[in-house]
Nanobody, 119 residues
Framework: QVQLQESGPGLVKPSQTLSLTCTVS??????????WSWIRQPPGKGLEWMGA???????YYSPSLKSHTSISRDTSKNQFSLQLSSVTPEDTAVYYC???????????WGQGTQVTVSS
């Protein structure tokens, strides 16, 4: 059973960098052909895909967020991370990490973590 768990601060000040980590258990983030994504849901809005890191370390980003988003991984800890720079209150959302095999639907999700951007 694969489990994903998001972690990071729940409150970030405007203009700072939001950093979250997803810890994966029950499966390796380097196993072909899985893609590990960050997805968020602002209050009252739908899910927004932010980006992903693939089993081989390749990264993919939403065009609308690419300029201030970075996804990386630590294979020794079986973790992948999100950094979102220059945040504004519009980045307030529940942030999820999730797994998909290729183009298949996501099969495992983290429980989500609330991040509020406020001074």
């Amino acid at each position: 059973q694969v489990q994903l768990q998001e972690s990071g601060p729940g409150l970030v000040k405007p203009s700072q960098t939001l950093s979250l980590t997803c810890t994966v258990s029950g499966g390796s983030i380097t196993t072909s052909y899985y893609y590990w994504s960050w997805i968020r849901q602002p209050p009252g809005k739908g899910l927004e895909w932010m980006g992903a890191i693939a089993y081989d370390g390749s990264t993919y980003y939403s065009p609308s967020l690419k300029s201030h988003t970075s996804i990386s991984r630590d294979t020794s800890k079986n973790q992948f991370s999100l950094q979102l720079s220059s945040v504004t209150p519009e980045d307030t959302a529940v942030y999820y990490c999730a797994r998909a095999e290729g183009a298949a639907p996501y099969d495992y999700w983290g429980q989500g973590t609330q991040v509020t951007v406020s001074s």
